[in-house]
């Protein structure tokens, strides 16, 4: 069995510690005996001012050592075992006398006689005697010892439930030591020497890794995601607090900060620690995690592979646990027992109900003689019956039988092969061997006179054979061809007597490939491929034959298959073709069920072929379109082709698409039409464009058009208002006309602000009127000249820009950026509540745009209208024209640039927001 690791911050095993550890104590012991024996301080306690170990408790350490020393290996023989008790006891009794003797003397308040018996007097005497608190862990080790040397697994998991207190009591003593505590390490004036609770950790330790296997230690030795946490947390749960406790006592001790600062400095630390060791340990999990995935998906594949290779071989593999009754079948199996893969249950039971009823008892036998008698393996050829069909089967079976520790058959593992093809050709090979023989011994009698129809029939027979489009040959078990028909003849040419590998290869020895001679190996006929010296690929057929003196024969079948290979390349090159297609093919049956789906499908609809294979193809149909799938696939049942057409379809997140469609039907071999081919090719892309080039032309017509329209118009208007402007002067008398005339002014004076704005909607942008201007710089000056021209009341504006204002530099046509920014703001003021404030903001876009935004805290826009705000005269704004953003969107096209508009996440009001192009000069 191999030694679990354990820590896993260290390369090392727990043997390792194990080993380690019990190397420490032996040492720690044997320098203390040299102290005692030398008088030398250091050694015996390592301070004057400590408390020595005694004499008596470094022999207990060299006992227990020595007896953990014998149980490190996994399985230690007999007299290691004893040896190992024997040390375990002596320890464990010292230990126990001077815990006994501590009591006596706790409870009369005077000595034990026998302590001053000359021989107790050595490790009994107060001055001699180990501490109270060693004594009674030396007392609990010694159980713990016996526990763990009986062999048996339960016995040494107790032996580890006892070691826990063990190892806590030893734990407190070195924090006594190590915090300066000396109640921890000290009872009734007697203290356990510092070096004593350092070899009692490393003998828990030690006493731990011995045996890493059992229900404690397991956890922590294991090859689990938890066991490998724990190992990482171990160190630093151990540890840390230790670290943390000392540096909070010497702080508070020496004054560097109070209690309460201590509580709150240790929590903080231990937070962080905490969350550190969390985060590494989580990281490692999820590495972990990946890694499973990783393996997983490889075991999948192969198990696919795997599943593959055993359809073509018709060969399947069974696994029976014969502990817990369950048997595994490979899908191959269920498809040679005429049973459907995972819809039938797999037992013993339901296998011998498969086998033919005059087979089944000598099936069982078989199995059972093979188990019961203790062989490895058996091997048996018999019957099956599908139950669906009621065909009858012949199948070999091989079996292996896997055992336990004690030799006993735990598994059965083995194969299925079905060889009924070779059975047939085998019993029609001995059938016509049969007539053949008959027919020698009939005319055997007479030979003499049947001897010319002897010639006769033999010449017959081989016009047949050189009739065949296929070769036959005769092999001896030297080599040689004593008969090859003419087809192989023509191929090959003749052989003069040279042996096979001779003549074909040129070779002086056999090839490695060949498998002709399994079959006189085997005397079982053999199929198989192979590929001659012309280039060609043949199917082969072997069967053992022998010749008319008995001798041993091959009979040796081939079958040209190079058309079908090509054939099967071709199939595989179309395939390739299809995956590789940037169009989305795909695969349905005449009811609409998809059967196959390439990538390209895949990247277009969204679904991964195994979402969508065996389910309707309705549902990539928009539901207002129900009877477009019916149609096209009653054209294809009439084999009509449905050329491409336009239409629309739903991906998988529910975007529609517009698609070019074409369907054509799939026939069979007999020309019968058996599903449809449906080839779809994602033209929304090519819509869009479209949409956008019929739009700017239109755009480009309407300019040409307002444009000579406002200039017919502008003049007669200014002829009016001069016509007007005389009569008000004639008319100023009367006053009933003044309203009227008015009304007029105030009319012609629209028409003329929207023939204006049809000019700029129709005016192209000039190259000489672009400069290099600051984005900023215009949206301060454009504000402050729309404010100084409201009157009496004025919005409140707040302008955000960057620091530096010559780092939102564009190249535009001031004049035109600057109706932009005074419609954006005309609009927000318009539609603000009075008193809510506008935000302007001017910022750059790495790498290459400025961005300026117009926010507002108006009621926003709803979604109806929203798509049609920059449409020329769509206005929701009593006596406005509609052009305003029409302009704006034009203005900003001819910069190449983009406006959009949208009501805003975080309240009340909508946000205007122009991207343009950086300039660099």
């Known amino acids: 069995m191999a030694r679990p690791h354990f820590p896993s911050l260290l390369p090392v095993s727990a043997s390792s510690v194990g080993v380690t550890a019990i190397a420490a104590v032996f040492f720690i012991a044997v320098l203390d005996l040299v102290g005692w024996a030398g008088g030398f301080t250091l050694l015996k306690g390592i301070n004057a001012q400590f408390t020595p170990m005694k004499v008596i408790t470094a022999i207990c350490f060299l006992l227990s050592a020595a007896s953990l020393a014998c149980l490190h290996n996994d399985k230690p023989v007999s007299w290691k075992q004893r040896l190992s008790l024997a040390f375990g006891a002596a320890g464990g009794s010292i230990g126990f006398f001077i815990a006994t003797t501590y009591g006596f003397e706790i409870a009369t308040g005077h000595q034990w006689s026998w302590v001053n018996n000359p021989v107790h007097h050595l490790f009994l005497a107060p001055s001699s005697r180990m501490a109270v608190i060693t004594a009674i862990l030396f007392s609990l080790f010694g159980v713990v010892l016996l526990l763990l040397g009986t062999g048996n697994r339960r016995a040494a998991g107790a032996g580890h439930a006892v070691l826990l207190p063990v190892s806590m009591m030893s734990y407190l003593v070195v924090i006594g030591y190590l915090f300066n505590i000396r109640e921890l390490y000290t009872w009734r004036n007697v203290s356990v020497a510092i070096n004593t609770c350092i070899a009692f950790c490393c003998l828990c330790v030690a006493a731990f890794c011995v045996r890493p296997d059992t229900w404690f230690m397991h956890v922590f030795t294991s090859e689990g995601t938890g066991a490998d946490m724990s190992r990482r947390l171990l160190p630093f749960l151990l540890l840390l607090p230790l670290a943390i406790g000392w540096l909070r006592l010497h702080g508070e001790r020496y004054g560097i900060f109070g209690s309460e600062v201590g509580v709150a400095v240790m929590a903080v630390i231990f937070t962080l620690f905490f969350i550190l060791l969390l985060w590494l340990n989580a990281r490692a999990v999820n590495r972990t995690d990946l890694l499973r995935r990783k393996a997983e998906e490889t075991l999948r594949e192969n198990e696919k592979m795997l599943n593959r290779a055993q359809e073509i071989a018709q060969l399947g593999s069974w696994e029976l646990d014969l502990v817990n009754s369950r048997l595994y079948w490979s899908d191959e199996v269920y498809r040679i027992f005429g049973f459907v893969p995972r819809e039938f249950e797999a037992t013993y039971e339901a296998f011998l109900d498969a086998v033919h009823p005059e087979d089944r008892a000598a099936v069982d036998t078989a199995y059972g003689n093979s188990v019961r008698e203790g062989r490895d393996t058996y091997e048996i050829e018999h019957r099956i019956v599908r139950k669906y069909t009621g065909e009858i089967r012949i199948v070999h079976e091989k079996c292996e039988h896997l055992r336990d520790e004690n030799g006993r058959i735990i598994r059965s593992t083995g194969m299925v092969h079905d060889v009924t093809d070779h059975k047939e050709a085998e019993e029609r090979l001995k059938k016509a061997k049969n007539e053949l023989e008959l027919r020698v011994r009939e005319r055997t009698a007479d030979l003499q006179k049947t001897m010319e129809t002897l010639e006769t029939e033999r010449r017959r027979f081989n016009d047949v054979l050189n009739m065949l489009p296929v070769y036959v040959i005769l092999l001896t078990p030297d080599h040689r061809i004593p008969f090859a028909n003419r087809f192989f003849r023509e191929r090959f040419g003749e052989s003069g007597d040279r042996r096979c590998f001779e003549y074909l290869f040129g070779r002086k020895e056999p090839c490695e490939i060949c498998k002709k001679y399994v079959v006189l190996a085997t005397m079982t006929p053999r199929e198989w491929e192979w590929t001659g010296p012309d280039g060609r690929h043949y199917q082969v057929f072997d069967f053992p034959f022998s010749d008319i003196d008995g001798a041993p024969l091959i009979l040796e079948m081939g079958i040209d298959i190079t058309a079908r290979k090509r054939a099967e390349e071709a199939v595989n090159q179309l395939a390739a073709i299809v995956e590789s297609s940037d169009d989305a093919i795909a695969g349905k049956t005449l009811e609409g069920t998809i059967t196959s789906w390439n990538r390209a499908a895949e990247r277009i609809y969204g679904y991964r072929a195994d979402e969508v294979i065996g389910r309707s193809s309705s549902l990539l149909v928009p539901p207002d379109r129900p009877d477009e799938i019916p149609e096209i696939l009653e054209k294809i049942r009439r084999g009509v082709r449905v050329a491409f057409y336009e239409t629309t379809r739903i991906r998988k997140d529910g975007r529609c698409i517009a698609a070019s469609i074409a369907v054509s039907p799939i026939n069979d071999s ?92 129709g005016r192209p942008l000039r190259e000489e009127n672009l400069n290099e201007i600051s984005m900023v710089t215009l949206v301060e000056k454009t504000c402050a000249t729309w404010l100084q021209t409201l009157q009496p009341s004025k919005p409140s504006v707040r302008f955000i820009k960057p620091e530096d204002r010559e780092t939102c530099l564009i190249r535009a046509d001031g004049t035109s950026m600057a109706q932009v920014i005074i419609n954006f703001l005309e609009n927000a003021f318009h539609h603000s509540p009075a008193g809510e404030e506008i935000v302007c903001a001017v910022f750059e876009r790495p790498p290459d745009h400025v961005i300026f935004s117009v926010k507002d805290r108006g009621a926003g826009i709803s979604e109806e209208i929203l798509p049609k705000i920059f449409e020329p005269f769509f206005t929701t704004r009593k006596g406005g024209t509609g052009l305003g953003l029409s302009i704006v969107r034009r203005i900003i096209d001819n910069h190449h640039g983009t406006v959009i508009v949208c009501n805003n996440t975080d309240g009340p009001g909508a946000t205007f927001e122009v991207t343009l192009p950086l300039h660099v000069g």
């Open 670 to 761: 007999t020309g019968k039409v058996i599903g449809a081919s449906t080839i779809t090719r994602d033209i929304t892309e090519r819509k869009r464009v479209e949409a956008e080039l019929r739009e700017a032309n239109e755009m480009k017509l309407l300019g040409q058009l307002t444009s000579g329209v406002a200039h017919e118009v502008r003049n007669p208007l200014n002829g009016i208002l001069a016509i007007m402007g005389a009569l008000s002067k004639e008319l100023s008398d009367n006053g009933r006309f003044t309203s009227y005339m008015q009304h007029m002014r105030n009319q012609v004076t629209r028409l003329t602000v929207l023939m204006e704005e049809l000019l700029v909607l």
